[in-house]
């Protein structure tokens, strides 16, 4: 699942990406870094600078066999001399058996 918004406003450039997945770990790291392939433009760049930490963190955290949720977003703003960032992620494993 993906959500994208990008407008542009005189100097700067506003963006937006959110991303959900429930799986195994390796298959969850396998699914964030296929959605950068679905993205454009800066939402693309933004989502790409915040992917090799929101992978490192599923694969050095969540190396079990159970499964994991990921929620993550991220928005910022590009203005014509600074950039301003935010990201926000929660990962939680999963107890229990997937029927």
Known sequence: MIKLWTSVVKSKITM?????????????????NAESVKMSGESKKEYDSALPHLVGLVNENFGTPYLIKIAASGHGTVYTNRSDRQLTASIELIYGVLV
């Open 16 to 32: 937006s990406w959110s991303v959900q997945f429930i799986g195994k770990p390796e298959k969850v790291a396998e699914a964030l």
